[in-house]
């Protein structure tokens, strides 16, 4: 009598019928502009036709800009062109370029989003993981509810909890998670009891890593302003720590490090604030009535030279002023 014998169904690699890759076509199409922007002198060109205040530059700007003649400028600019990244006009013997409209912000966005994780990224290992969170996290809910009694138990938890999730998805050194979540946790229960009507001004600054940008903007308006504005700062997609060129920065003007840690932007952190300035991270800000908003557009000083980095100071230092000018009038700010 014969053993049956176990039949196996082969596995057969087929492509997937419900698969969602990108057409031909359109792979094509993406292929030509990002080989048009792979070019050092492109990108550098680019970053600053989206932080330039005009939005537009001639070639003698850009020449400057990356110490080549005019005629290799002219050249990168014509490849930029041909794949519609840029329409230009002439204007007398200059011709002017700026991004097409419908590219601007998506040119934008890799400056911002792409470009600091390239560079910030670095092969990261394991971290001990907290030997008791909760019981950690429990202590910083009784601390918190004794200083804020007239919120609910229940409120105080939860934003305990929420900040401590926020906080670990890009936590870097685990080891001060707690300390962190306790510090961002006051903040925000701070904001929740807020009274718009007789507090002083609140702004909120916002960029896509909270890490540079925003960071160094939020300790330029404290150190001109003090305890006239309250200062706040965020980001769409925190980095897990400070930027090291920015650091310096912030220390040079008396900012606490123990409170420069890069934080998720929360609605309640938009819904206390009057004025909310975006850098370079698009409408992730949830529209509040009564909040005035802002867009600046101020380079990464992730990407910037020692120069340019000089430079980024001296554009937000100027924005400052100007806002603080506008928010508290009697407020003596020194000449530079």
Not at 103 to 120: I, K, S, Y
Not at 232 to 256: F, I, Q, W, Y
């Amino acid at each position: 009598m014969s053993t049956p014998v176990e039949t196996r169904r082969l596995e057969v690699c087929e492509p997937g019928a419900d698969s969602q890759a990108m057409a031909v076509d359109a792979a094509t199409a993406l292929a030509g502009v990002l080989k048009a922007l792979a070019d050092p002198a492109r990108l550098r060109m680019l970053s600053h036709l989206v932080t330039s205040e005009r939005g537009e530059a001639c070639v003698c700007d850009l020449a400057e800009l990356t110490d080549v003649s005019q005629p290799t400028v002219s050249h990168h600019l014509k490849v930029l062109k041909r794949e519609g990244v840029l329409e230009s006009d002439r204007r007398g013997t200059w011709v002017w370029y700026r991004l097409t409209p419908g590219l601007r912000q998506p040119v934008t966005d890799l400056l911002d989003r792409l470009a600091p994780a390239v560079l910030t990224a670095v092969p990261t290992t394991p971290t001990a993981p907290l030997l008791d969170p909760d019981r950690a996290l429990d202590h910083v809910v009784d601390d918190l509810a004794g200083r804020f009694p007239h919120l609910s138990a229940e409120l105080v938890q939860r934003t305990v909890r929420e900040s401590y999730t926020g906080l670990s998805r890009t936590a870097t050194v685990r080891s001060h998670l707690i300390s962190l979540t306790e510090r961002f946790a006051r903040q925000r229960l701070t904001d929740l009891g807020r009274d718009r009507d007789t507090a002083p001004p609140q702004v909120l600054f916002v960029c896509v890593a909270n890490a540079g940008r925003s960071q160094l903007a939020a300790a330029l308006l404290r150190h001109y302003a003090g305890d006239r504005v309250v200062v706040r700062s965020a980001g769409s997609s925190p980095a897990g720590a400070v930027h090291t060129n920015v650091a310096g920065l912030l220390a040079e003007l008396g900012s606490d490090t123990e409170d420069t840690f890069p934080k998720p932007l929360t609605d309640d952190a938009v819904r206390a604030a009057d004025v909310v300035v975006t850098m370079g991270c698009g409408d992730v800000c949830p529209v509040v009535p009564g909040v005035r908003y802002e867009e600046w557009a101020v380079a990464d000083p992730a990407l910037a030279t020692p120069s340019t980095l000089t430079s980024i100071r001296a554009d937000l230092d100027r924005r400052v002023r100007a806002l603080l000018t506008d928010l508290v009038p009697d407020l003596h700010l020194p000449t530079r």
